[in-house]
């Protein structure tokens, strides 16, 4: 349901952008984000942002990434900049709707940052 793509590997400092199309029946009604899970660790929020257009971030990204989303293209979009070696991670889409709970992931796409 979601296609998540971009990513890839860039030295620290440098930026990254990945994005996520999803079914405009989903992508209208779901909390959509980015997840990203580091080797070793659990999965963690990292950005989302809500039908209204408010955006939450994870205090590690906060001023180094953006999300936003592309409502005519269903599309979401999180730019990385300032990439640190510890944002290596895979990173995916998720599509939250908190009245049904249904969730749903995207494949998951790695981005690696050398130091």
């Known amino acids: 349901q979601l296609q998540a793509s971009g990513g890839g590997l860039v030295q620290a400092g440098g930026s990254l952008s990945v994005s996520c199309a999803a079914p405009?029946?989903?992508?209208?009604?779901?909390?959509m984000g980015w997840y990203r899970r580091a080797p070793g660790k659990q999965r963690d929020m990292v950005a989302r942002?809500?039908?209204?257009?408010?955006?939450s971030y994870a205090d590690s990204v906060k001023g180094r990434f953006t999300i936003s989303k592309d409502n005519a293209k269903n599309t979401v979009y999180l730019q990385m900049n300032s990439l640190k070696p510890e944002d290596t991670a895979i990173y995916y889409c998720?599509?939250?709707?908190?009245?049904?709970?249904?969730?749903?992931w995207g494949q998951g796409t790695q981005v690696t940052v050398s130091s």
């Open positions: 998720n599509a939250y709707n908190w009245i049904t709970e249904r969730n749903y």
């Open positions: 405009r029946s989903i992508f209208s009604r779901f909390i």
């Open positions: 942002v809500f039908q209204s257009g408010t955006m």
